[in-house]
């Protein structure tokens, strides 16, 4: 286990006990939830910022980064400027 798992760990023995300062924040995705984490609030980063993820118990064997999802759906605007003439056609619902 390296060294960014095992420090999480510790934070999360930390957290059952009330001794944690402030939330549970981590970068690693990759870290399986084990029953020992059920019913703790962990910020999880996407990518971009963190997203909040309360363990339950069917979590249990899921990765934490299944619950803290990477991309969002793309919203295009309006054609800008020096677009081509093709591209200013919009099609009506």
Known sequence: MNDSK???REDIKM???NKLKGELKTHVRDM???PDMIG???KVHNGK??????IKPEMTGHYLGEY???NRR???GAPGVGASR?????PLK
């Open 6 to 8: 095992r420090k999480l």
């Open 15 to 17: 957290a059952r006990e």
């Open 32 to 34: 399986i939830i084990l």
């Open 40 to 42: 703790l609030n962990i």
């Open 49 to 54: 910022e963190f997203s909040q993820v309360n």
């Open 68 to 70: 803290a999802i990477t």
């Open 74 to 76: 793309v919203q295009h």
């Open 86 to 90: 093709s591209s200013l056609y919009v």
